[in-house]
């Protein structure tokens, strides 16, 4: 059964202190892993898609990375308005559809 | 990106009612999506809204139950039938501009039922 498994379920930084969140994931074929942001009371953002092993995206002070594995989001010299649930989804080669991780809740204090 | 716009935004309502969902995006998109996302939960695929033809549902949605409609390549509702408590929720509607493509959401629907 295809599966995405994201960690920490919440992360708690000091304005300016790094760090990283994961996205494990185990399907039959990754089509795409796809990063969104969702603040409380909207809709999920869209940051990245990576399609391949080895591929990076960056945007601003988030950096995107991907294996065959697993995926990372990494958070450098965050501001309290990174605040916010980060996302991780997955497509298959079997299906149009995502399936979502349980997303990783980050707070960051000024 | 995409620009989706979705009615109402929020609604409390009386269980054993029915309440119809729009979701209006800015251009022509190939694949239009439902999702629900209960308090503290991730998402979850309800069905994926076919233009012209009936909804294609995930395990566990019934079409008696989550009505769905797509007229045009712009255009979708889906209807949460005969509410419960149980059905108070976030529903969010997905577009793809084409397939296996990024998927833009709208800003939610976060129903109430009492």
């Known amino acids: 059964e295809d599966q995405v498994t994201q960690s920490p379920e919440a992360l708690r930084l000091q304005e300016g202190e790094s760090s990283s969140l994961n996205c494990s994931y185990t399907?039959?074929?990754?089509?795409?892993l796809f990063w969104y942001r969702q603040d409380p009371g909207k809709g999920p953002e869209f940051l990245f898609t990576l399609y391949s092993a080895g591929e990076e995206k960056e945007k601003e002070r988030l950096k995107a990375t991907l294996t065959k594995k697993e995926s990372f989001l990494h958070i450098t010299a965050p501001k309290p308005e990174d605040s916010a649930t980060y996302l991780c989804a997955v497509q298959t080669d079997n299906t149009d559809k995502l399936i979502f991780g349980t997303g990783t809740r980050l707070q960051v204090f000024p | 990106s995409a620009v989706i716009s979705q009615k109402p935004s929020r609604d409390i309502c009386q269980r054993g009612t029915s309440l119809t969902i729009q979701c209006q995006v800015d251009?022509?998109?190939?694949?239009m999506f439902w999702y629900r996302q209960q308090p503290g939960q991730s998402l979850t695929l309800i069905a994926t809204?076919?233009?012209?033809?009936?909804?294609?549902?995930e395990s566990g949605f019934v079409i008696d139950k989550f009505p769905i409609s797509r007229p045009n390549l712009t255009f979708s509702t889906l209807t949460v039938s005969n509410m419960s408590p149980e059905d108070s929720s976030i529903y969010l509607c997905?577009?793809?501009?084409?397939?296996?493509?990024?998927?833009?959401f709208g800003q939610g629907t976060r129903l109430t039922v009492v």
């Open positions: 809204a076919n233009q012209g033809s009936e909804a294609t549902y």
């Open positions: 997905s577009v793809e501009r084409t397939m296996n493509t990024e998927a833009f």
């Open positions: 399907v039959s074929g990754l089509r795409g």
């Open positions: 251009s022509q998109v190939t694949m």
